[in-house]
Every structure is written in structure tokens, then in C-alpha cells.
């Protein structure tokens, strides 16, 4: 079945510092991606749509200069939280569709990643 | 603007019992709907509905979308501790983007 894999898990930095999440697709191209944020007993909150070989598309209210979105392949999207501060920690998420693949996969997601500012 | 509403926000139930969690949406071109059960970590895909009235079933779990009245449910019968999670409703548009319920978060005791 379509496995996205999603590295690191848990990453806690240091206030100002960057940190890169990587997003893999393993056995399928996916030409778009999706980053989500969850707060704690919250639900999946859109950040952005990566697009392979282009920019991404932002929602409103996503700082493009603080979380940017590199999707330089079509197995490979990446989420640099630059600058981070406290308020960034939370849960992040990636997923991609392998729109060749069987109708019951819908969307696969990445295990996540914890993120912890300090 | 999609819009997805989820209820209820939070259940407790029994090992055994059978529970109907409920989805309702607004979606400009409307491609799917999906139901994902989350546990600790990322969700995990559960069912994809595009046609009205054709139920789509897996072990206790089955779900059913009313494309006419914007709805889907998804039931499960004979609950087990396992159950526990937050289910996810999500709306998927022609856009390819989704759009996610506020989820409803299930609790089976023993």
C-alpha cells in the first residue's frame, strides 16, 4: 500500500534555531503534498499545499517566511520551521495521495512529527 | 469557504456497544469524504466515500455518505477498547485539498 514516511518523529530545538521535517513518499509519486498542524485535542489544520517543482500555496494566516516548503522531487517534500519559537511547538503532519493507486487508499499521512521548542 | 462539523464532540461507551458518529459538511465541488481514526500519532485511513448510499464496510466498522442531504456517518458495532481514538471526517474538493471535522473523540471502556 502507498507509505509516506515522515522524519523525525520528536525533535526538540532551541528558541531561534531551524528545524527541517522531511516528507517521503515510498512507493508512489506524489506531485502534491500536504503539511498540517495539530494542536493538542484539536484537529488537522492545513498549513500548506506543496507542489512539486513549484511554490506552495499557503493558507491564510501561514507565515511563508517562517515555514517554508521545498518539494524539489515527486517523492520528497520538505517543512524548514525557521526561527522557531515556543508557540511553534505542536504535532506536524504531511500527507500525499497516490492518485495511481487503488480508490481505498484516499490520503496517506506521515507518522508526524513532535516538535518542542525550548 | 468547506466546512465540516463533526458530532458528537466527545463519547463514552461500554465494550459492546455499537456507536454512530456523525459528519456533516458544506464543500464547494465536492469529490470525497473521508474517515480516518487517529490514536497517538498520524491518522490512519479508514474509508472513502464518493457515491450516495452505497456503504462501505470493514470488520465492525461501516460508514454511508448522503450526498443530498451532506452527511456521512460512520458506525461501529460491538466496540472493544481498541476503539478508542478521535475519528476524523474530512472533506476532500475538486482541488484536491481537505478539508477536516473537528473530530469526535470515542472512549470504550471495559
Known amino acids: 500500500g502507498a507509505v509516506v514516511s515522515q522524519h523525525p518523529s520528536w525533535v526538540i530545538c532551541k528558541s531561534g534555531t531551524s528545524v527541517k521535517i522531511e516528507c517521503r513518499s515510498l512507493?508512489?509519486?506524489?506531485?502534491?503534498m500536504f503539511w498540517y498542524r495539530q494542536f493538542p485535542k484539536q484537529s488537522l489544520m492545513l498549513m500548506a499545499t506543496?507542489?512539486?517543482?513549484?511554490?506552495?500555496?499557503?493558507e491564510q494566516g501561514v507565515e511563508k517566511d517562517k515555514f517554508l516548503i521545498n518539494h524539489a522531487s515527486l517523492t520528497l517534500s520538505t517543512l524548514t520551521v525557521t526561527s522557531a519559537h515556543p508557540e511553534d511547538s505542536s504535532f506536524y503532519i504531511c500527507?500525499?495521495?497516490?492518485?495511481?493507486?487503488?480508490?481505498?487508499?484516499?490520503?496517506?499521512f506521515g507518522s508526524g512529527t513532535r516538535l518542542t521548542v525550548v | 469557504e468547506d466546512k465540516v462539523v463533526q458530532s458528537p464532540l466527545s463519547l463514552v461507551v461500554h465494550e459492546g456497544d455499537t456507536v454512530t458518529l456523525n459528519c456533516s459538511y458544506e464543500?464547494?465541488?465536492?469529490?470525497?469524504l473521508l474517515w480516518y481514526k487517529q490514536e497517538k500519532k498520524a491518522p490512519t485511513f479508514l474509508f472513502m466515500l464518493?457515491?450516495?448510499?452505497i456503504e462501505k464496510k470493514s470488520g465492525r466498522l461501516s460508514s454511508i455518505l448522503d450526498k443530498k442531504e451532506l452527511f456521512s456517518i460512520l458506525n461501529i458495532t460491538a466496540t472493544q477498547t481498541g476503539d478508542s481514538a478521535i475519528y476524523l471526517c474530512?472533506?476532500?474538493?475538486?482541488?484536491?485539498?481537505?478539508?477536516f471535522g473537528g473530530g469526535t473523540r470515542l472512549m470504550v471502556k471495559p
Open positions: 464543500v464547494t465541488n465536492f469529490r470525497s
Open positions: 506543496s507542489n512539486e517543482g513549484s511554490k506552495a500555496t499557503y
Open positions: 464518493t457515491s450516495s448510499g
Open positions: 474530512a472533506v476532500e474538493n475538486a482541488g484536491n485539498m481537505l478539508t
Open positions: 512507493d508512489f509519486q506524489a506531485t502534491t
Open positions: 500527507s500525499a495521495r497516490d492518485v495511481q493507486g487503488v480508490e481505498n487508499y484516499g490520503y496517506t
